[in-house]
């Protein structure tokens, strides 16, 4: 195998990547600002009102949310294709052309979104405008244009695989990435029919969530550990093939857990129990991997009487370590907490959501995307032994903490919520309004705010160290 | 060298994954397509001659809608055109949807069609939840309809200035915030008059879907002590 992982120098792959990590971050400060629209608005329901609604506010924020995840993840897979496979990819040229097409649409339905924002209830508007259906609102021709950008990053990667040294990693990234695209499409048609409609809705963003995209976090977990660490390849890409058994074996059947209240069938309470209350297993499995291949490798190497650290990249390391225990934590902890249907009855659709929907992607993506950019980094400066700089560690600090102080928030939040609108006044109009205009639901709300403005402070730090860290002398070249 | 594992071979562990993967996949298309066939919308001669659908046909509007205990089921569950004592419906109640309760398929299926572009354009989901799913900045409404506020007890009617639920829904989704109960407001989306009546075809028609249950003991102020 081409040893060139520490050096993105004279790769156009590595290039590539590059471009999509960096319109990655600009996306991820866009989403915490639009997070903090709506967030004051809350708190401060004039803020805006009728300029920039909560509506807008927040499909902003999750939509950027969605698509900075997948521009970092398919940089990622640029970034660590030449490692794997050994050679340069193929059809980077239309790889670079497909990622000017990708970053235009998406300016082009944020402006849309920003400035139209609502249309009359026609198709044209679902053409144009959006469509209305949380994390994948981007308007049909938008739709269309992503299909054909995926089809040709499928393509690159399907190709190189093919043609370089296809390793268990390349070959799990491949399966995968064919079912993310392809699950896609099961979010792209229109019908009257509100049941069916989010029984569909559902295989979009259950099975990236909960299947593909973790499977593909079990992946570059495993390209983590084996460049950043020098974990032995056989057994990392064991793991891996455990990892994918597990998620899939409980994530598919696991989206039974979204179908307990949307007219469809009694069968799923048990099937969506049954399997979704599996689904944190390999998020354990994932996060005992991690340490134990890192304690592993360290005492091997303290054996030999060396006195270093191994890891060779310590803020990708600290993020990618964040990243195993967020997961577990987020996704399987804060999921498994309302993923019962007695529980899921009173908790379905509170703030209690929103904490594990906060924790979730951000521990099981966002640490893991953030790492890889600094292994990027450290590739395209040539960098040996990247090093924690001030800035890298008040960045993953605040973020980190902003993080567990908004979800501690949301969940009393959700608590208050369940407890009075749902359980105790039924979930009618004034039911809701008792429970939102509680105390401790008040506090909950301005102490989220506060933790989204810790939030962002954290994300201009890493900002600064993105665009520092890679000159600074700290690091061993 | 010492003897391999199967528990260490990479190659099993690969076919586990194809093989449980596969599996997994098949169960699920397999479900779904008896979901599909339990999801369907219902039709008009459903309603008609009394064949219960977890989603009803679009001329359920023409109908009296409650959300009533089952003690079969052991929840509330939608009751369309009366109950039977038992928690089945009946189907003969008519209410009257804008002044009339023979809306034909067609019709029906088109204010439908209307209501539910609506709710996506104008981004319903993105504050409410619908079915429990979507934003948690205003109330669900799944059981809107039904909502104590709209009905002759509640202030809504009054406060529109309008005799019937229908129209006062109607009234308020067109002017939002000249309407408002609470602080936090529903802004103006300009919603026409066409479209709030396809809105709340759209809203009615949702009240009557078998979500199982949820939200439990709805509208029952006194709470959980009522509830199974
Ligand atoms: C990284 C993995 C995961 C992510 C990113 C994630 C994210 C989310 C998000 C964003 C929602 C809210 C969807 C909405 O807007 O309606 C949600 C809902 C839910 N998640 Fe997860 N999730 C993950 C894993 C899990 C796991 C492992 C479980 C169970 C053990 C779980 C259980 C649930 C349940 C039950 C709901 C429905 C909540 C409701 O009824 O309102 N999730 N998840
Ligand atoms: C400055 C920090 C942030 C603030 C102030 C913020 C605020 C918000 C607000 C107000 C909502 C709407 C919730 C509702 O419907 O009631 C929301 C939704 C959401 N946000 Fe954030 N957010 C922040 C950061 C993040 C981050 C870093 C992530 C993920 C990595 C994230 C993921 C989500 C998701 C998935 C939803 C939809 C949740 C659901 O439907 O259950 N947010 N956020
Ligand atoms: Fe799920």
Known sequence: MANNHLTGIGSESKELATWYFTFAAILFGAQLLFGLVAAIQYVMPGFLFEVLDFSVARMLHINALVVWMVFAMFGAVYWLLPDETGIETVGIKIGKLLFWVFAAAIVVVVLVYLFIQVGSADEMSIWFIHEGREYIEAPRWADLGIVVVA??????????????????????????????????????????NISMDQYWWWWVIHLWVEATWEVYVGALAAYGLITMLGAHRKVVEMWLWIEVTMLFGSGILGMGHHYFWIGTPEYWWEIGALFSALEPLPLVAMFIHVLYDWGKTQGEQDAQGLEVSVIRNKPAFTWFVLNAFGNFLGAGIWGFFHTLPQVNLYTHGTQFTSAHGHLAFFGAYATILIGM??????????????????????????????????????????????????????????????????????????????????MFLGFALLAKDFLTTGKNPVHQR | MAKKSVWSDNRFWQRSAAWITGFASVLLIWLTFDTMAQ?????????????????????????????????????????????????????????????????????ATELLHLGKLGSQVKNCMNCHTLLGNGA??????????????????????????????????????????KYPTHSRMMPNLGITAEEAKGLVAFLKHMSSIDTNGFPRNFGKIEGAVHGK
Request: glycine share 12%; hydrophobic share 40%.
């Open chain 1, 151 to 192: 089809l040709g990053f499928v393509a690159n990667l399907f190709l190189t695989g093919m043609k370089g040294k296809q390793t268990g990693i390349v070959t799990v990234l491949m399966a995968d990435m064919i079912a993310f695209a392809g699950l896609y499409l099961c979010g792209m048609f229109f019908t009257d």
């Open chain 1, 373 to 454: 950019m600094y292994i990027a980094i450290q590739g395209t400066n040539g960098i040996k032994v990247m090093n924690h700089t001030r800035s890298s560690i008040w960045s993953v600090s605040l973020l980190t903490g902003g993080m567990m102080g908004m979800t501690v928030a949301l969940t009393v939040a959700g608590y208050v919520q369940v407890l009075v609108s749902r359980a105790q006044m039924g979930a009618t109009w004034a039911g809701y309004f008792d429970g939102q205009s509680g105390m401790w639901f008040a506090q909950a709300m301005d102490w989220r705010l506060l933790m989204g403005v810790v």
């Open chain 2, 39 to 107: 999801i369907t919308i219902g039709t008009d001669s459903d309603l008609k001659n009394g064949v219960t659908k977890r989603v009803p046909g679009p001329t359920v509007i023409n109908y009296k809608i409650t959300y009533e205990m089952s003690s079969k089921r052991g929840h509330e569950v939608p009751i369309i055109g009366g109950n039977d004592g038992q928690g089945m419906s009946l189907f003969q109640e008519k209410e009257k949807f804008f002044g009339r309760d023979d809306w034909s398929e067609e019709e």
């Open chain 2, 136 to 177: 948690y900045y205003a109330p669900d409404l799944t059981k809107a309809w039904l909502d104590p506020q709209w009905g002759p007890d509640g202030s809504m009617q009054a406060m529109t200035g309008k005799n019937t639920k229908e129209e006062a829904m109607a009234e308020f989704l067109q002017n939002p915030s």
